[in-house]
């Protein structure tokens, strides 16, 4: 039989349909099955499904429109059961070679073994779709011929499953010829093989016996290409939209990278940026045999002008006070490395003479008048600054530095500010009052001397209260309030901070049931250092504070820095692994502050990122503030996780991060923490700071616990 002797059937109007076909289903399925192979295996699972719908709705398609171009003697009709089943079959050929093209694993075998899976698929779905015609008499297949259908399918398949494989790395554009090759190829396989199949049953030597309920073929290609051709634009409009949201997904990636380099309000490199731009001038600094200077510079009196102007002020001053050490320094030399510190680099070999004039230059530039056109008409202010400096390499390697240069500065504010001191070991080694400081934390915990401060968090469509969360306070019998940047980092470093973290966890499951056991339900989430993260029994201790006081897992939060929780390593995922087996939450705290990996992050078993309120302070005046803080949420509503904005002050903060789509919000601009015996009378009695009413359910978002 010659095959091919009636090909001019190819390019019948239907079969042109059966084309455009047959290459829409290529396209759409070797394009779902590269996002099935690059994707989470959660997606993976939708997209793979969605190639074998592609697929499966091709092949059957070319089938109905194959048999609908035949010359026969007789009124070709389907039977629904029959045309259902072949579709079916098609979607499970698709299905079974698919799956093999997104193996996490691929390789030339495992391409042909795949294609050689499809194509016996293909026609046994095409030789299936015509036995149920039920044609007499019966077929009398040629094996040579099948055989024959069977390569073109086979061939036809692994060359295309070759060209789209997704781990080649190649450029953008090869990889799009290559998709449109393999879409060429594949869809001409589906197309041949079922040329070839059809010829081979010798149709026009049959008859179709009467049965009822047949589809005439003209009716039956009809509701095939209109059916076919939606279900396969619907699915390749899910893969385009998919694309637009990856898209956003990496500007808004790029944007959180390149923010997390710089300070939001004065766009100054922060010390991040600044301690690479030491690396490499130390490095030119040793290769030269020169030197180098820095200068630590913190502003005199800068919280008196934020509580006499107001922040707006304070920002403005801080700007002020950007542009005029910018004007003294070389490009890239300068950076904010606090809420009023700043350090100018000095290169080029510089003499101790030098930096010292140049602290004076620095002294006399901020010394100047600042209007503050951010406060009442009219005012202005001055401010002085203190300034320590150190040589490199007299005064400290590269490590240590910056730290010299701030002991240098914290001396020159001892001696009354308006100055600047050059380092002197002495001013590191007079650590007797820090090594009392150390001997009383050290007694803190068993005296019972450590208390949780509580600060309302708010929903911020409603207004309504949905926890609180609490800051950690050392009530020292002789030295009063101590503040937690005092001991926390000294726990820290001294290996203080496990016992003081698990009694923080304790204490904050046990305030947790006290409120809930007067009638005031709220989550609590607790925030862990990174020393808490290498403790290999931490999710136990977790799990037995929970049980100890009959809590419920779900209404405790863990909150962990972005630094700590991108680092990607065996150590950390086992310790999200454990955590999430407990049944608590998990968020990613000071969110913006690190380098966050986009594919990592989707592979935490997070809930909730929270913006660091470095990113809330500017919202009002600075749209790159505003960018970032919108790129943050809109990211979170992407992997469809809470933000939360902590630090708002203002009520134009408040409306710039609901209108973003923040989901909650703290900060002074509700209320100042308190004690837990404080937010219960106001939880009851209504005697608080401000009029905001309680959420009573207890699965609303989480209130923190954080140890600061």
């Known amino acids: 039989m010659d095959l091919f002797a009636d090909a001019a059937v190819l390019w019948a109007p239907t079969m042109l349909l059966a084309w455009l076909v047959a290459l829409l289903a290529a396209f759409v399925s070797l394009d779902l099955v590269g996002?099935?192979?690059?994707?989470?295996?959660?997606?993976?699972?939708?997209?793979?499904?969605?190639?074998?719908?592609?697929?499966g709705t091709g092949i059957w398609a070319v089938h109905v429109m194959s048999m609908a171009a035949q010359t026969v003697p007789f009124a070709l009709a389907f039977r629904p059961w029959g045309a259902m089943g072949a579709w079916m079959g098609g979607v499970a050929v698709g299905l079974a070679g698919m799956g093999w093209a997104a193996a996490r694993v691929i390789s030339a075998g495992t391409i042909v073994a795949g294609s050689a899976v499809l194509g016996l698929g293909v026609v046994a779905v095409q030789v299936g779709a015509i036995l149920a015609l039920g044609l007499r008499p019966g077929i009398d297949w040629s094996l040579g011929s099948l055989g024959l259908a069977w390569v073109l399918a086979w061939a036809g398949g692994g060359l295309a499953l070759g060209l789209r494989n997704?781990?080649?790395?190649?450029?953008?554009?090869?990889?799009?010829?290559?998709?449109?090759?393999?879409?060429?190829?594949?869809?001409?396989?589906?197309?041949?093989?079922q040329h070839v199949v059809t010829q081979a049953a010798g149709l026009p030597l049959r008859e179709l016996p009467a049965y009822d309920g047949r589809v005439a073929a003209l009716v039956m290609s009809l509701l095939t290409t209109v059916g076919s051709v939606s279900l396969l634009l619907a699915l390749l409009l899910w893969s385009?939209?998919?694309?637009?949201?990856?898209?956003?997904?990496?500007?808004?990636?790029?944007?959180?990278?390149k923010q997390s380099l710089r300070d939001p309000l004065t766009?100054?490199?922060?010390?991040?940026?600044?301690?690479?731009?030491?690396?490499?001038?130390?490095?030119?600094?040793?290769?030269?045999?020169g030197r180098l200077a820095l200068l630590f510079i913190g502003i005199d009196g800068f919280k008196h002008v934020n509580q006499t102007f107001g922040h707006r002020a304070g920002d403005q001053l801080l700007r002020t006070v950007t542009t005029r050490l910018r004007a003294l320094a070389m490009p890239h030399m300068v950076a904010r490395v606090g809420g009023d510190e700043f350090v100018l680099l000095i290169i080029g070999n510089p003499s101790v003479d030098d930096a010292n004039q140049l602290a004076v230059r620095v002294q006399d530039a901020l010394g100047r008048p600042v209007p503050l056109n951010g406060s009442d008409a009219g005012h202005e202010t001055s401010v002085s600054c203190s300034i320590g400096v150190a040589m490199y390499p007299e005064h400290g390697a590269q490590s240590t530095l910056i730290a010299h240069a701030d002991a240098a500065m914290r001396e020159a504010k001892n001696a009354g500010g308006a100055t600047h001191c050059l380092f002197e070991p002495r001013m590191i080694t007079g650590a007797r009052d820090q090594a009392a400081l150390l001997r009383d934390l050290r007694r803190a915990l068993p005296r019972g001397e450590f208390e949780l401060f509580y600060q309302p968090k708010i929903d911020a469509p409603s207004g309504q209260i949905t926890g609180v969360e609490a800051l950690l306070?050392?009530?020292?019998?002789?030295?009063?309030?101590?503040?937690?940047?005092?001991?926390?980092?000294?726990?820290?470093?001294?290996?203080?901070?496990?016992?003081?973290?698990?009694?923080?966890?304790?204490?904050?499951?046990?305030?947790?049931?006290?409120?809930?056991?007067?009638?005031?339900?709220?989550?609590?989430?607790?925030?862990?250092?990174?020393?808490?993260?290498?403790?290999?029994e931490l999710a136990t201790h977790v799990s037995a504070a929970l049980k100890k006081h009959k809590i419920d897992p779900k209404l405790l939060t863990c909150e962990i820095t972005e630094s700590v929780a991108m680092q990607d390593s065996v150590a950390t995922m086992s310790f999200f692994a454990a955590l999430a087996a407990v049944g608590v939450h998990i968020s990613i705290d000071d969110f913006g502050t690190g380098y966050s990996s986009l594919a990592y992050l989707r592979k935490l078993p997070a809930e909730e990122i929270k913006i660091d309120r470095s990113f809330v302070l500017d919202l009002e005046s600075s749209a790159d503030a505003r960018a970032v803080v919108d790129a943050v949420v809109k990211l979170g509503q992407a992997l469809h996780l809470k933000?939360?904005?902590?630090?708002?002050?203002?009520?134009?903060?408040?409306?710039?991060?609901?209108?973003?789509?923040?989901?909650?919000?703290?900060?002074?601009?509700?209320?100042?923490?308190?004690?837990?015996?404080?937010?219960?009378?106001?939880?009851?009695?209504?005697?608080?700071?401000?009029?905001?009413?309680?959420?009573?359910s207890l699965y609303q978002p989480a209130s923190v616990v954080a140890i600061r």
Not at 511 to 528: E, F, I
Not at 647 to 673: H, M, W
């Open 35 to 55: 996002r099935a192979a690059r994707g989470r295996r959660r997606l993976a699972t939708g997209w793979l499904m969605g190639a074998a719908l592609g697929l």
């Open 166 to 193: 997704v781990r080649s790395r190649v450029p953008a554009t090869q990889r799009r010829m290559r998709l449109g090759l393999a879409t060429l190829v594949l869809g001409a396989a589906l197309v041949l093989s």
């Open 240 to 257: 385009l939209l998919d694309a637009r949201m990856q898209l956003a997904l990496r500007q808004a990636q790029g944007e959180l990278h």
């Open 267 to 289: 766009r100054l490199p922060n010390r991040l940026m600044f301690e690479g731009t030491l690396a490499q001038a130390v490095q030119r600094a040793n290769a030269a045999t």
């Open 473 to 536: 306070r050392w009530h020292h019998p002789k030295r009063g309030l101590i503040s937690p940047e005092v001991f926390v980092p000294m726990a820290e470093r001294f290996g203080l901070i496990g016992p003081i973290g698990l009694w923080v966890i304790d204490e904050a499951c046990r305030q947790a049931a006290v409120w809930r056991n007067d009638g005031l339900p709220m989550r609590v989430a607790v925030n862990l250092s990174s020393q808490q993260l290498r403790d290999a």
């Open 643 to 696: 933000v939360v904005a902590e630090g708002v002050e203002t009520d134009g903060q408040y409306q710039i991060l609901r209108s973003l789509g923040c989901n909650e919000l703290q900060g002074f601009l509700f209320a100042k923490p308190m004690t837990a015996a404080a937010l219960a009378l106001w939880a009851t009695n209504d005697v608080g700071p401000r009029s905001l009413a309680f959420r009573s």
